[in-house]
């Protein structure tokens, strides 16, 4: 069996080749990276540069791999920066995933393909009608959410209209060791290591703390992957969350009793949002009745985990 990870030199993309290689060693990896922006990777994987908003370039890499799954992760990630370039989120994340399927369509492959969207695209959601399931209406508010939401919605007609067995993995925020700091709770434990490391002053920059996120392991992250290629899933759409939602501000407050260091907390004004989401807590029961998936890390757990990464790798970073 042949799996194709793209956006495999990714933060996912790395925990998911290294759970296929623990649960599923038969299983063959080949991997897709950005060719301008090339990661470290598994020597193990079978290694391709291309780029998903150039259909040339994906259906050559498929025709080589020949893929019996397919991992689709490759995205443009930040919501901030889709304010500033949105015609770069809708290539990168819709227009990408139509050429992925339409590459494996002119190749005549039927793999099963897993399609990485976001919880973003439910939108700003009253909080009276939390948590949120998968027949919440998609009201995305920034231009990211809108490219996931085309995104989700391209996997899902593929499915209705080609019989191609799409999965939606809707992804609610998602942490652990190796998080870019462009993420607020990799960002406070970056900001809190370089502080205890006498890098940086004692002054620990931050946006909006009222904000409430439904945080999941990436490790439960990558399982939920593999179990939605191999569990009859096909043309479904998935929430992968924890079920509890907590503020940022508990987030901060939780990584900084986890170091001795005084720290001052400032507000950047660079650092809030145009608009913001203010709750995004998700119910994940209909993904764990069709797999027995359940989120087995605390986030306590994946906090601490987070900032002992950063501690380890400061003086490389």
């Known amino acids: 069996m042949k799996a194709l990870v793209t956006g495999v030199s990714g933060f996912v993309g790395r925990y998911l080749v290294e759970h296929l290689s623990a649960a599923a060693p038969e299983v063959e990896i080949w ?12 020597p193990s994987v079978h290694r391709l540069t291309g780029d998903v908003a150039l259909p040339s370039s994906l259906t ?15 995205g443009a ?4 920066s889709s304010w500033q370039q949105p015609d770069r989120s809708f290539q ?20 099963r393909v ?8 439910y939108g700003a959601v009253p909080e009276e009608t939390l948590p949120i399931t998968e027949g919440t209406p998609l009201r995305p508010i920034s231009p990211y959410a809108a490219s996931k939401a085309a995104q ?37 434990a970056r900001q809190i290591a370089r502080i205890e490391r006498g890098l940086d002053p004692p002054r620990l920059a931050v946006g909006n703390l009222d904000a409430v996120r439904d945080f999941t392991d990436v490790r439960d992250v990558a399982r939920a992957y593999w179990l939605a290629a191999t569990a009859e899933c096909a043309g479904e759409a998935y929430n992968i969350c924890s079920g509890r939602g907590v503020t940022i501000r508990w987030v901060l407050e939780t990584l900084l009793s986890l170091s001795d260091a005084e720290i001052d907390v400032e507000v950047d004004p660079d650092r809030l949002r145009a608009s913001d989401i203010p709750h995004l807590v998700g119910d994940h029961s209909r993904f764990t009745n069709a797999t027995g998936w359940q989120p087995e890390i605390s986030l306590e757990q994946t906090l601490r985990d987070l900032l002992d990464g950063w501690r380890e790798n400061i003086d490389r970073l």
């Open 31 to 42: 991997g897709l990276e950005w060719a301008e922006d090339p990661g470290e990777v598994p």
């Open 60 to 74: 050559h890499n498929i025709a080589s791999a020949r893929p019996d799954i397919v991992f689709h992760l490759a």
């Open 77 to 80: 990630t930040s919501v901030a």
């Open 92 to 111: 990168v994340n819709a227009l990408g995933t139509l050429n992925l399927l339409e590459a494996l369509r002119s190749l005549d492959l039927r793999p």
């Open 114 to 121: 897993v399609v990485a969207t976001s919880a973003e695209i």
């Open 152 to 188: 989700d919605l391209i996997a899902a007609q593929y499915h209705r209209g080609f019989g191609m067995a799409t999965v939606r993995l809707r992804l609610f925020p998602h942490t652990g060791p190796r998080r870019p700091a462009l993420f607020a709770a990799s960002s406070f």
